[in-house]
């Protein structure tokens, strides 16, 4: 060997003994893991299919110690919130294992998520039109503190945080200011692991010294575990450890001053760079990344673990010979117990309860003009249907050729009594009571060119002798000339382009000549009998002689509104708060997605029997359609199906990643349930297969049994009343469920 290398070697041992330090082992058991704050272990997380995943963690290991304060650092989009998300439980890997406070994030009794978690989003996550004191108190009610806990708390925060008073709005506040709330709010209940995501960003740099002043004060007795991600990096030297995370993989993880020594650099951030260029060079190899770091050729013969730099799908040292001394089997200790931490496992806690209720009725009084129009756009949609629906059309024109007149500007003055002359003019004045209007013309095209012009809706041409063929045709009955018949006829060319209007004026035709004809026997004392078709309609059993298109539309159209606003008002709601990151926030307190369905539920059925009790005031009570049975019964089922509304809103919400979607979702359902329900066309005259669709849908019993109640007057002893109660409470329960298992299992 030659001098100079003799030389070189005591200091080089002593560099290597330096690099060496970082890679510390950790045995590969379950005791390990548990006893860390948190443990990462091969965490591999992707999007996208399987063709093009886009993948975030790639086979990650994280050591969190307990007591530690934990610095997470690395660019936008590498990865770390992702990483925060599934440690506190909210997304699941596609493999690997994460363990949090001794046990499984979401497994029970291991209180994450739940409150020995305090978790900061990126997102501001905060209730604008709270005050500060108002959201210290929901986060407090959650976390299980009392009012007065909440409030000695306060005041400690607000000097620490350098808030203004408590009584600011959060929405009045500055950005910084607003982050600093935030930072408070997870503060409050003294969780044992703080997980604060960018939480300087914007903060005056005296502030965020002294923000990481009460974060090392906090973990000095070892109880408290604070993972932080910020962008800047320099201002981690105050942590025990960081981790340098980049492409969904940690370049080092280890204690700031250790990584400035081992690669003699004066900045975290030089340190950064040097390591990040190192990763750029393509040594994929893990044996060459260690042998250019630490000089050590690569072992395959060793079992241990540890998360260390440029780790990747295994650690960094499951390729290199352990430092440490081996531990026999033999005296292995006992695995401890998982730790149970504070279980609140219950269906739905009252806590919870409280401030989820309490919460979404001040939101509501804080927005009570948004509320008025919520509670009031229903009453407006009735009147507008009550006024514009299933009314006779008025001011029809009809183009009128009456030989019986010598022009088309003589008056058509009708006769009376027995008087037997201008019968046709008799028949129009019977006809005119059915608000129509008569243009007169000279010739029969003229009258059906203002028909093809759209200048009239139908054209009646009278004979010359048409008085005196009805008089004949009369009297001579079964003997009468075929001539008398036909000149008796009036000679009708209707515009049948619009069935409603055409079969509405057919109507009024008919029952027009009806009231002529029995005009005339009256005036000249014959049997009203024998002028009328020998078809005789007794009394309706339900319903009025003359039924109208309001009275069969109204029930479907009273349900459709409760039920679609409903839909609007809970995916609406649910939507806002994931979008801004609250309903993260609070599932990750502890606050469970059947809690937070039930609060909705709570909150927005108040609101939905003020929507239904105004509307059928000015339904019935106003607008006075037909109500033959129980107002109590048809109540109950209007506000069934506005419940089964919200619970479609809460799966619609679930389901659909922004407002755009969920509005596509709402939308496209709209238009089949309106169509196939029978709303506004018998199920009876569908197609075959869409009547057994149609029989399935939310809406169709129900809007069958509310019309059996309106029109027939029939109790819940009927099976097409019932039947509507039975339909909705299974389709309550089967949004309701759907809803809860998509808040549970959908978590990315």
């Given at each position: 060997?030659?001098?100079?290398?003799?030389?070189?070697?005591?200091?080089?041992?002593i560099?290597?003994?330096?690099?060496r330090a970082?890679?510390?082992?950790?045995?590969?058991?379950?005791?390990?893991?548990?006893?860390?704050?948190?443990?990462?272990?091969?965490?591999?997380?992707?999007?996208?299919?399987?063709?093009?995943?886009?993948?975030?963690?790639?086979?990650?290991?994280?050591?969190?110690?307990?007591?530690?304060?934990?610095?997470?650092?690395?660019?936008?989009?590498?990865?770390?919130?992702?990483?925060?998300?599934?440690?506190?439980?909210?997304?699941?890997?596609?493999?690997?294992?994460?363990?949090?406070?001794?046990?499984?994030?979401?497994?029970?009794?291991?209180?994450?998520?739940?409150?020995?978690?305090?978790?900061?989003?990126?997102?501001?996550?905060?209730?604008?039109?709270?005050?500060?004191?108002?959201?210290?108190?929901?986060?407090?009610?959650?976390?299980?503190?009392?009012?007065?806990?909440?409030?000695?708390?306060?005041?400690?925060?607000?000097?620490?945080?350098?808030?203004?008073?408590?009584?600011?709005?959060?929405?009045?506040?500055?950005?910084?200011?607003?982050?600093?709330?935030?930072?408070?709010?997870?503060?409050?209940?003294?969780?044992?692991?703080?997980?604060?995501?960018?939480?300087?960003?914007?903060?005056?740099?005296v502030?965020?010294?002294?923000?990481?002043?009460?974060?090392?004060?906090?973990?000095?007795?070892?109880?408290?575990?604070?993972?932080?991600?910020?962008?800047?990096?320099?201002?981690t030297?105050?942590?025990?450890?960081?981790?340098?995370?980049?492409?969904?993989?940690?370049?080092?993880?280890?204690?700031?001053?250790?990584?400035?020594?081992?690669?003699?650099?004066?900045?975290?951030?030089?340190?950064?760079?040097?390591l990040?260029?190192?990763?750029?060079?393509?040594?994929?190899?893990?044996?060459?990344?260690?042998?250019?770091?630490?000089?050590?050729?690569?072992?395959?013969?060793?079992?241990?673990?540890?998360s260390?730099?440029?780790?990747?799908?295994?650690?960094?040292?499951?390729?290199?010979?352990?430092?440490a001394?081996?531990?026999?089997?033999?005296?292995?200790?006992?695995?401890?117990?998982?730790?149970?931490?504070?279980?609140?496992?219950?269906?739905?806690n009252?806590?919870?309860?409280?401030?989820?209720?309490?919460?979404?009725?001040?939101?509501?009084?804080?927005?009570?003009?948004?509320?008025?129009?919520?509670?009031?756009?229903?009453?407006?949609?009735?009147?507008?249907?009550?006024?514009?629906?299933?009314?006779?059309?008025?001011?029809?024109?009809?183009?009128?050729?009456?030989?019986?007149?010598?022009n088309?500007?003589?008056?058509?003055?009708?006769?009376?009594?027995?008087?037997?002359?201008?019968?046709?003019?008799?028949y129009?004045?019977?006809l005119?009571?059915?608000d129509?209007?008569?243009?007169?013309?000279?010739?029969?095209?003229?009258?059906?060119?203002?028909?093809?012009?759209?200048?009239?809706?139908?054209?009646?041409?009278?004979?010359?002798?048409?008085?005196?063929?009805?008089?004949?045709?009369?009297?001579?009955?079964?003997?009468?000339?075929?001539?008398?018949?036909?000149?008796?006829?009036i000679?009708?060319?209707?515009?049948?382009?619009?069935?409603?209007?055409?079969?509405?004026?057919?109507?009024?035709?008919?029952?027009?000549?009806?009231?002529?004809?029995?005009?005339?026997?009256?005036?000249?004392n014959?049997?009203?009998?024998?002028?009328?078709?020998?078809?005789?309609?007794?009394?309706?059993?339900?319903?009025?002689?003359?039924?109208?298109?309001?009275?069969?539309?109204?029930?479907?159209?009273?349900?459709?509104?409760?039920?679609?606003?409903?839909?609007?008002?809970?995916?609406?709601?649910?939507?806002?708060?994931?979008?801004?990151?609250?309903?993260?926030?609070?599932?990750?307190?502890?606050?469970?997605?059947?809690?937070?369905?039930?609060?909705?539920?709570?909150?927005?059925?108040?609101?939905?029997?003020?929507?239904?009790?105004?509307?059928?005031?000015?339904?019935?009570?106003?607008?006075?359609?037909?109500?033959e049975?129980?107002?109590?019964?048809?109540?109950?089922?209007?506000?069934?199906?506005g419940?089964?509304?919200?619970?479609?809103?809460?799966?619609?919400?679930?389901?659909?990643?922004?407002?755009?979607?969920?509005?596509?979702?709402a939308?496209?359902?709209?238009?089949?349930?309106?169509?196939?329900?029978?709303?506004?066309?018998?199920?009876?005259?569908?197609?075959?297969?869409?009547?057994?669709?149609?029989?399935?849908?939310?809406?169709?019993?129900?809007?069958?049994?509310?019309?059996?109640?309106?029109?027939?007057?029939?109790?819940?002893?009927?099976?097409?009343?019932?039947?509507?109660?039975?339909?909705?409470?299974?389709?309550?329960?089967?949004?309701?469920?759907?809803?809860?298992?998509?808040?549970?299992?959908?978590?990315?």
């Open positions: 060997m030659e001098p100079n290398q003799v030389g070189a070697l005591p200091g080089a041992s560099e290597l003994k330096a690099r970082q890679f510390q082992t950790q045995a590969s058991t379950v005791d390990t893991r548990r006893r860390q704050a948190v443990c990462v272990r091969r965490a591999f997380k992707k999007y996208g299919g399987k063709n093009n995943p886009n993948i975030i963690l790639d086979g990650l290991n994280m050591t969190v110690p307990k007591g530690a304060i934990y610095g997470l650092l690395g660019a936008s989009g590498c990865g770390k919130t992702t990483l925060l998300s599934c440690i506190v439980g909210r997304r699941r890997l596609n493999s690997g294992e994460i363990w949090v406070l001794g046990g499984k994030p979401g497994s029970k009794g291991s209180g994450v998520p739940g409150p020995r978690v305090g978790y900061m989003p990126q997102e501001l996550a905060l209730y604008g039109e709270f005050t500060i004191r108002e959201t210290f108190i929901y986060f407090g009610w959650v976390a299980g503190m009392s009012t007065v806990q909440v409030d000695e708390k306060l005041e400690f925060l607000l000097q620490l945080l350098e808030l203004p008073n408590e009584n600011r709005f959060v929405k009045s506040l500055s950005g910084g200011q607003q982050r600093r709330v935030s930072i408070a709010a997870t503060l409050l209940a003294d969780p044992e692991l703080l997980i604060l995501d960018e939480p300087t960003v914007g903060v005056d740099p502030l965020r010294q002294n923000i990481w002043d009460h974060l090392v004060q906090l973990t000095k007795d070892g109880t408290k575990t604070i993972i932080i991600t910020t962008h800047y990096i320099d201002e030297k105050q942590a025990t450890m960081i981790g340098l995370m980049r492409g969904g993989k940690f370049l080092a993880e280890e204690s700031p001053r250790k990584l400035m020594e081992m690669h003699r650099l004066d900045t975290l951030e030089d340190v950064f760079l040097k990040s260029r190192k990763q750029n060079m393509g040594l994929r190899r893990r044996s060459s990344i260690l042998s250019s770091v630490t000089g050590v050729p690569p072992d395959i013969d060793v079992d241990d673990e540890m260390g730099e440029f780790g990747d799908n295994v650690s960094i040292s499951s390729r290199r010979r352990s430092i001394p081996p531990v026999l089997n033999d005296n292995a200790p006992e695995l401890p117990p998982e730790e149970e931490g504070k279980s609140n496992f219950a269906p739905l009252p806590q919870h309860m409280k401030a989820l209720i309490w919460k979404n009725f001040l939101w509501m009084w804080r927005n009570v003009g948004v509320m008025l129009f919520i509670i009031g756009l229903p009453v407006m949609q009735t009147i507008l249907f009550c006024l514009s629906i299933g009314k006779d059309p008025v001011g029809l024109k009809m183009a009128i050729v009456n030989h019986e007149l010598n088309s500007h003589q008056p058509c003055i009708p006769s009376t009594g027995c008087d037997e002359r201008m019968y046709s003019c008799r129009l004045k019977h005119a009571t059915r129509v209007k008569y243009d007169y013309f000279d010739t029969e095209e003229e009258a059906r060119h203002a028909v093809e012009k759209g200048h009239a809706w139908a054209a009646f041409s009278f004979p010359r002798n048409y008085t005196d063929s009805i008089v004949a045709r009369i009297a001579e009955g079964k003997d009468a000339e075929s001539w008398t018949a036909t000149y008796a006829d000679s009708i060319a209707l515009d049948m382009s619009n069935q409603q209007i055409a079969q509405l004026l057919k109507r009024d035709i008919y029952k027009s000549f009806e009231k002529f004809a029995a005009d005339i026997a009256e005036g000249c014959y049997s009203r009998r024998a002028t009328t078709i020998p078809i005789y309609f007794n009394q309706p059993i339900y319903g009025p002689e003359e039924p109208n298109f309001t009275n069969f539309a109204a029930p479907g159209i009273i349900l459709t509104i409760i039920f679609f606003l409903s839909v609007a008002l809970t995916s609406g709601a649910m939507l806002l708060e994931r979008n801004e990151g609250l309903l993260e926030r609070s599932l990750v307190s502890g606050i469970t997605g059947t809690e937070i369905l039930f609060g909705q539920v709570v909150t927005q059925f108040v609101v939905m029997i003020g929507q239904t009790v105004m509307m059928l005031v000015f339904v019935f009570a106003i607008f006075k359609l037909t109500i049975g129980d107002i109590a019964l048809v109540s109950a089922l209007t506000i069934l199906c419940l089964c509304g919200m619970c479609f809103g809460f799966v619609v919400a679930c389901s659909c990643e922004n407002e755009r979607s969920a509005t596509y979702m939308m496209g359902s709209f238009l089949p349930i309106v169509m196939l329900c029978g709303i506004i066309w018998p199920v009876q005259g569908m197609h075959p297969a869409l009547r057994a669709i149609s029989i399935v849908l939310p809406l169709t019993k129900s809007t069958e049994s509310i019309r059996a109640m309106l029109a027939r007057g029939w109790g819940m002893s009927e099976p097409a009343v019932y039947e509507g109660f039975i339909s909705i409470f299974v389709w309550i329960l089967v949004f309701q469920t759907i809803a809860i298992l998509l808040l549970k299992f959908k978590k990315g």
